[in-house]
């Protein structure tokens, strides 16, 4: 018998390069915030001509684009400032859920040479870590930019800004100005600050707000200019892409997942080019991907219990009080081979937990005077999803 090759059965793929739509990719190219663009080059004006820009905070919401284009706007800072004749270093670290400690760990080791990156992880306390930053900073010239991603994630963040903005007034940096550089999806974090930190980090701020339809169509139409061989898709993909992530959350990394997963499709099905009914199918299987990442951060009891309130729900039994999920519950363990929780607080407790988490729905009722109060509650998604993420065999 002779063997089958799969590839030549196989239309060519309708991606050219498919890593253009993938976050590590950084566009030339940054559409639909000219205006943030512009307000941030206010900003950082001083760091082109040698001087101390000013700290800048950059809230906004996930997937706006504040790292995009944060790393653009640095690249021309960068320029201008050469152009100047002045030196800029820039340097990009994402907090991580870090310490204070261990993001200037992290910044004292990039910045020293291989051979020396022994910094030590134990036994040095914070200060000790900053003094090494100071260190190596003042090896550097002009003017450093330092841009913390995520800096709401650093524990220790108060102290560590309070220190790093008075580093020029208190000597320890002496060799080169510094400007700080925040990047937050939380707006609150200003008000997380002590009074003293938020009276020496005194900085500017700049808000990314959601994209609408036609600013994602954009966005997309650049990138997918890279990313997809001429002709492979239909011409209504792009609009629906970025209509279907503006009427979420106005995402660009959503509307750019839900493009390359419908050219995946397309290659799957071996079509020649992309259509509208992969980007239905795409959006199915993105969304199912993102459900199934937050299920994995939850325990074997919170599993069974939306397992259990997924069954109510396709018998119509939904929305169910917690006495009757509990019941339903210990059958799910019951099936799967595990001991459930023997009290229905504890179920209870699991199911403030999933709530808070946007699994479930709480549904208040109140029975009239002298009646009491009970919750029901219901699946905040479709409960085949959870089946499909859960692979629990009781759908
Ligand atoms: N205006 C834009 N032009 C081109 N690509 C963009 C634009 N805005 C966002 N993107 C792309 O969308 C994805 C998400 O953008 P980015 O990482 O900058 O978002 P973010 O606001 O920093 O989100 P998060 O807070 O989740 O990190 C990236 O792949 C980025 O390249």
Redesign the pocket.
Known sequence: MVEENPYETMVASVFDDRDV???????E?????AEEIRQYAHFLRPATNGNTPDNIM?Y????????????HIMELTVDEAENNGNVLSVIIEDCNNDSAFSYTREIVNRLRDDDEKDFPKRGLSTADAMDALYEELNKLEGTVILVA??IDHMDGVDSFLYEMSRAESTGDLDEVKLGIVG???DYSFRRTLSAKTSGSFAEHELN?GP?DAE?LR??LE??AVDAFRDGTLDEAVIPKCAALAARDKG???Q??DLLKMSGIVANEHNREQVAVEHVDEAKRRVERGKVAERVDDLTDHQRNIIVAIANAEVQERSPVRTKEIYSLYSAVCERRGDEPLSTIRSVREHLKKLEMRGFLTQIEHNNGRGGGKYHTYELSMKPQLVFDVVRTGDE
């Not at 190219?29 to 915030?33: A, F, G, N, T």
């Not at 996930?62 to 944060?70: P, Q, R």
């Open positions: 739509l993938t976050e590590s990719h950084q566009p190219i940054v559409p639909r915030r950059v906004g919401d996930t997937g706006l684009g504040k790292t995009v284009v944060t790393k991603d995520e990047i937050s999806n990314f994209y600013d954009h966005i650049e990138r995402d660009a990394r509307a750019l």
